[in-house]
């Protein structure tokens, strides 16, 4: 039988767990995040605001939540992006296990696909802060088609808990009006049982994940040309702030 000690270690140390919040995107706003910036509950939503905002989304042993966490904003203005536009991104920083490697991928169609734009390996968010936010940039690459999009950060952690993190904020690109993205479809590492398992940084000898990295299949993603009439639509929309 447990002592009284020994199970109050365990419930300290489950609080611990659950206390231990890790990275999320604080500018752009995350899905569903807490802070007072970004887009607020509707009446009915109070329940859905995520104080976790920055814990992962799987482990390699578990799934927690879908890729973005959340599939959804709550209701508010994106902020609008250009095309080869470089975003001073702020990372809210609580453990940061050592930094990682991280991919960005863009999303037109909410999710479905995804395409990479920007990696940063081994090293990203290494110099980070606990308890600060960080900078850390992203470009949004110059050929991006125009229209609502969701930008997701996706890191595997250096020390610690074999964890995917992913992050996502609704942006609006400004770009081309139709158009195609290439890249690769994005990596999902330590994701659940099924996932590649990238190793702590400690015991993998140097083997920090390249080979699935540099797996990873191409993609080409399109998205249709808006009508000026529908262009004109939108922008209403945002003057009168019902997008
Ligand atoms: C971290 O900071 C050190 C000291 O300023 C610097 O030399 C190093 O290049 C930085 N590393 C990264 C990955 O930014
Ligand atoms: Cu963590």
Redesign the pocket.
């Known amino acids: 039988m447990m002592s009284i000690f020994a199970s109050a270690a365990v419930l300290l140390s489950a609080l611990a767990v659950m206390t231990d919040a890790h990275v999320s995107f604080r500018f752009p706003c995350p899905r569903r995040g807490p802070y007072w910036e970004c887009p607020q509950p509707g009446p009915n939503e109070w329940n859905l605001v995520d104080y976790d905002v920055r814990s992962p989304a799987g482990t390699h042993g578990t799934i927690v939540s879908p890729i973005c966490k959340h599939p959804s904003s709550f209701a508010g203005t994106r902020p609008t992006f250009q095309a080869g536009q470089t975003v001073a991104a702020q990372m809210d920083v609580g453990a940061y296990h050592m ?1 990682g490697s991280c991919q960005w991928a863009l999303s037109y169609d909410n999710g479905a696909n995804w395409v990479v734009f920007q990696d940063y390996f081994q ?1 990203c968010l ?2 980070a802060t606990q308890g600060t936010t960080f900078t850390l940039p992203f470009k949004i690459p110059a050929d991006a088609p125009s229209g609502d999009a969701i930008v997701n950060w996706i890191w595997n952690n250096n020390e610690g808990n074999r964890e995917l993190y992913s992050s996502c904020s609704d942006v609006v690109i400004q770009g081309t009006n139709g158009g195609s993205l290439s890249g690769v479809k994005p990596l999902f590492a330590n994701y659940g049982p099924n996932s590649p398992f990238i190793q702590e940084k400690a015991l993998a000898n140097g083997n920090w994940g390249k080979a699935f990295f540099d797996a990873r299949p191409p993609i080409t993603i399109t998205v249709p040309k808006v009508s000026k009439r529908e262009l004109m639509r939108r922008l209403v929309n945002r003057i009168t702030n019902s997008d």
């Open positions: 930094g090293s290494s110099n």
